[in-house]
């Protein structure tokens, strides 16, 4: 699995940041024709050359040069290359640069209700001349050595968002930039019953939800009466017991698609959960 920005290296992407927040990179296709992404941030994806699909639970999104796909943070993408030309820049959304846009362009907004930021599908766009042209406008910072760099890009991020809330007629974009600058939180049930199954550390979870560590943990005890780890356990330990009684695969199989490095510790905790050993219960 990929996480980005997180994973996003200098041997494999160009890529330019803001302070340390990385603001977009570049790349040629470097991965597997097939493999999973996880996105840490929002990330708007321009599509330069070649074709690739993007593949969730509920879409199958298939972009070529022109397409623009925004994917909000959080989201795991099967991403599967179509063709050995494709090229796309990725921009990424640091949440205390789009709080500041939403800010200094209040007036675009203020009619806007917002909508919870995880339950909202892809948004697939498609450029124009105009976004085109801006698109071209950020590939000389790869090379500029300004030291007004900082300065320049901060201006480049808002006039993306201009670019994109323009492009995009079905508001939709408005609605979940300002669900972000409201700071609206997660709902916690949707939330882990979106991601129980997922490798996301605790601090990852809080961050999907909108909220400190402390808080998610305090939170999440107040809704659910146990703590996150305790929750997430249980809740693995009965998707395997499910897999066990309804599916042909064996305990190691099981023991890898819910979470568990060691074979041994799985069976260990399912007979502490059920009182006997999986393959009793197949």
Known sequence: MLRVPSDISAQ???????????????????????????????????????EKKFINPTQEVHVEKGDILFIQ????????????????????????????????????????????????????????????????SVFPYFRNQTSLKNHFLRLKFQELLLHLLEIDQSGKLQAILYSLYKGQKADLTFLMNSYYLKPLMLNELARLSGRSLSAFKRDFQDEFQVSPAHWIKNKRLEHADFLLRNTD?????????????SVSHFIKS?????GFTPKRSH
């Open 73 to 136: 943070r959080g989201f795991y993408l099967m991403s599967e290359s179509i063709n050995e030309a494709y090229k796309s820049l990725v921009f990424f959304f640091d949440e205390k640069l789009l709080k500041e846009f939403v800010g200094l362009h209040s007036e675009l907004f203020d009619s806007e209700e917002g909508t919870s930021p995880l339950q909202s599908p892809i948004l697939h766009l498609h450029s124009n001349d105009t976004f085109s042209q801006f698109v071209n």
């Open 270 to 274: 399912y007979k502490e959960k059920y």
């Open 249 to 261: 695969k064996n305990v190691s199989e099981i023991s890898t698609e819910i979470g568990y490095e």
């Open 12 to 50: 494999e992407f160009e890529s330019l940041k803001i302070q340390d927040m990385t603001f977009v990179a570049y790349r040629n296709e470097v991965y597997p024709s097939r493999y999973e992404v996880f996105f840490e941030e929002h990330a708007v994806i321009v599509v330069l050359e070649g």
